[in-house]
């Protein structure tokens, strides 16, 4: 199982950034997957699931409305769409998927939010 995470970057408040995650290893549509972050100092917090089809999406209450995950079983691919972006957005974004009862992590992307 491998996933890697792309998109971060710096941006100013009131912002957008896409974040992507490539899956390969396991059979990606059988799966739903997940977006954590962790801030600086801060433990691991979940941001976002969406169902194994795409037809259900959760969010976490800090990042709803603004956030919208998505996902294209044909490219195995998992995506973050953020807009408005605030300070405390900032943080490592990581992919998940847990997979036969194990949880696999990609090695996260930085995002940076300046005010």
């Known amino acids: 199982v491998q996933l890697v995470e792309s998109g971060g970057g710096l941006v100013q408040a009131g912002g957008s950034l896409r974040l992507s995650c490539a899956v390969s290893?396991?059979?990606?549509?059988?799966?739903?997957m997940s977006w954590y972050r962790q801030a600086p100092g801060k433990g691991r917090e979940w941001v976002a699931t969406?169902?194994?089809?795409?037809?259900?999406?959760y969010y976490a209450d800090p990042v709803k409305g603004r956030f919208t995950i998505s996902r294209d079983n044909a490219k195995n691919t998992v995506n973050l769409q953020m807009n408005s972006l605030k300070p405390e957005d900032t943080g490592v974004y990581y992919c998940?998927?847990?997979?036969?009862?194990?949880?696999?992590w990609g090695q996260g992307t930085q995002v940076t939010v300046s005010p």
């Open positions: 998940k998927a847990s997979v036969r009862g194990s949880d696999n």
């Open positions: 969406i169902s194994s089809s795409g037809t259900n999406t």
């Open positions: 290893g396991f059979s990606f549509a059988n799966y739903a």
